[in-house]
């Protein structure tokens, strides 16, 4: 991986250096099925209550007075930007757990150590361990 124009980058040390168990490789890959799992059921909750809204809207509008039709019009679009936000996540994991395949997810892009399991189920978009990511924000 490491082509030798990368000593220009002195003090990185080269990516994936080390190596991770398959059982651990297995424990990630659970970890992000589960959450995409998760996210789904999230995501379809509320499609449904984007529908639902959507139905209320169409149904009982006429009986509503502006201020009501208003709060239905934010609360409906707030869902959508939630759902959105939601199915962006989960094309995060899904990335995630193709480059995990590929054996190319779960490093520090600093440091090259694995990022433990726990913080990539929390945060499937992570690409440095938490000690990198504390220097990085400090600076
Ligand atoms: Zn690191």
Same mark, same amino acid.
């Given at each position: 991986?490491?082509?030798?124009?990368? %000593?220009?980058?002195?003090?990185?040390?080269?990516?994936?250096?080390? %190596?991770?168990?398959? =059982?651990?490789?297995?424990?990630?890959?659970? =970890?992000?099925?589960? !959450?995409?799992? @998760?996210? $789904?059921?999230?995501?379809?909750?509320?499609?449904?209550?984007?529908?639902?809204?959507? $139905?209320?809207?169409?149904?009982?509008?006429?009986?509503?007075?502006?201020?009501?039709?208003?709060?239905?019009?934010?609360?409906?679009?707030? @869902?959508?930007?939630? *759902?959105?936000?939601? $199915? /962006?996540?989960?094309?995060?994991? /899904?990335? *995630?757990?193709?480059?995990?395949?590929?054996?190319?997810?779960?490093?520090?892009?600093?440091?090259?150590?694995?990022?433990?399991? @726990? !913080?990539?189920? =929390?945060?499937?978009? *992570?690409?440095?361990?938490?000690?990198?990511?504390?220097? /990085?924000?400090?600076?």
């Amino acid at each position: 991986m490491a082509k030798p124009a990368d %000593t220009r980058t002195a003090g990185r040390k080269p990516v994936a250096k080390a %190596t991770r168990s398959a =059982a651990e490789t297995e424990k990630i890959r659970g =970890a992000l099925a589960a !959450r995409r799992d @998760e996210l $789904r059921a999230e995501y379809d909750q509320t499609l449904s209550e984007i529908t639902e809204l959507q $139905r209320d809207r169409l149904t009982d509008s006429a009986g509503d007075d502006q201020a009501d039709t208003g709060t239905k019009t934010f609360e409906r679009e707030q @869902e959508i930007s939630l *759902a959105n936000s939601i $199915r /962006e996540r989960i094309t995060q994991v /899904e990335r *995630a757990l193709e480059r995990l395949d590929e054996g190319g997810y779960g490093w520090c892009e600093r440091c090259g150590n694995p990022i433990p399991v @726990e !913080r990539l189920a =929390a945060f499937p978009s *992570a690409t440095l361990c938490v000690t990198c990511k504390q220097l /990085e924000e400090r600076r």
